[in-house]
């Protein structure tokens, strides 16, 4: 089978892809190993989602298909310190409408995934596993676990961190481990969240509190991978409790409502995000710490940005050109630079127990709260306004 683009993954970076090529002159083939599936009561994997990437799925006329029901938005924002310092963030203050959507992974990629199965000029393959890839002046190949093989003029890895694409294609990266886990869980709330989330920069970690619809809230504690493999083992009792002190007991008891998982923490860099045929987006591309909550919303922009260049490309142009695909990579890099240092840089920062760092970290926070300004170009930089 021939396309013009093969994108190999459906879930949120390259299921959005395909949406966002739909009714372009370009055949595109999604290849993904397994269907996904509407997961049980609330979803662990949450993601905070930008004002400027919810108008891009609104775009793609996802958005608006999703339950309102089950998506909650964050008006305030407070950050503590370790030592004293704090930061409030206020969506009325930097005029926006929300700091950010929260919204479950499970629904989403699915909405995505029926979506582009009804778009004319899009092909899923499913399920099917790449076995092979092999590049060429004219087109890059796939062979599939089954035998089948599939041609494009480019491939799109939206294969996730451990991308089987860009190993494949021979693009390095380095990679830095936290030596931390992530460890997230949905917990029901004694008190109302007021649509407000908090996060604590503690000394095991980063602990962050994100309303859900109701009193409920999902929580990522970004923790030493000791204390995370402690929190995993604790009952559902045992963890809400801890989970409640932890945070200060600002919303009174809680109650787990979803068992915790934990996942490594990494930083991955590409230097290399395109190569002759190739172009990576999403996790493929960048991995960074959560501690921002920004990881889907780089790949919605890697998407947006990949889909604008292809949708423009002329009808003669060959996508898999070097040249073309150079000016997505131009374009997201700087984007990219700047979230991985700053995350990298903030975790860093809030490890030491050295007290002088300690008072300027705190100090740093404070400061920032009393300059109106900068908070409110802060927040509008992170609801990718400007």
């Not at 409640?244 to 991955?268: D, M, V």
């Not at 007290?355 to 970290?361: E, F, K, N, Q, V």
Request: glycine content about 8%; charged content about 20%.
């Amino acid at each position: 089978m021939d396309f013009d683009i093969l994108i190999v993954g459906a879930g949120l970076a390259g299921g959005s892809l395909a949406c966002a090529l739909a009714g372009s002159h370009l055949s595109v083939g999604v290849i993904e190993h397994r269907a996904p599936h509407r997961p049980e009561g609330w979803d662990a994997r949450i993601y905070a989602i930008s004002p400027a990437n919810v108008a891009f799925l609104q775009r793609l006329r996802i958005w608006p298909h999703l339950d309102a029901a089950r998506i909650s938005r964050v008006e305030r924002m407070a950050v503590f310190g370790d030592r004293g310092g704090r930061l409030d963030f206020s969506a009325w203050e930097s005029g926006l409408d929300a700091l950010a959507w929260i919204a479950e992974a499970g629904p989403l990629t699915l909405e995505l995934w029926e979506t582009l199965r009804r778009q004319p000029n899009v092909r899923v393959i499913c399920p099917a596993r790449p076995q092979s890839l092999n590049i060429d002046a004219q087109a890059a190949t796939i062979s599939l676990d089954d035998g089948r093989t599939l041609r494009a003029k480019l491939i799109v890895a939206a294969d996730g961190a451990d991308s089987w694409v860009r190993g494949n294609a021979g693009l390095a990266i380095r990679t830095t481990a936290y030596q931390e886990l992530g460890v997230v869980a949905n917990f029901e709330t004694e008190l109302a969240h007021r649509d407000t989330a908090y996060q604590w920069f503690r000394s095991d970690g980063v602990l962050a509190w994100l309303p859900l619809p109701g009193q409920r809230i999902t929580i990522v504690w970004s923790t030493p991978e000791e204390h995370a493999k402690a929190l995993l083992a604790l009952s559902a009792e045992e963890l809400a409790e801890s989970v409640a002190a932890a945070g200060g007991r600002c919303l009174g008891q809680l109650k787990t409502i979803t068992p915790a998982a934990g996942f490594p923490l990494r930083l991955i860099q590409v230097p290399h995000t395109v190569a002759p045929r190739i172009a990576l987006i999403g996790d493929a591309a960048h991995a960074i710490h959560p501690l921002s909550g920004h990881g889907i919303n780089l790949g919605f922009q890697d998407v947006e940005t990949l889909a604008a260049v292809l949708n423009t490309a002329p009808a003669w142009r060959d996508v898999g050109e070097f040249d073309l695909l150079r000016r997505y990579a131009r374009a997201r890099a700087e984007e990219v630079r700047l979230m991985q240092g700053t995350t990298h840089l903030l975790d860093r920062l809030f490890r030491p127990t050295n007290p002088l760092l300690a008072g300027l970290r705190n100090t740093g926070l404070n400061l920032t709260s009393r300059l109106p300004l900068l908070k409110s170009a802060m927040v509008r930089y992170a609801a990718g306004l400007i």
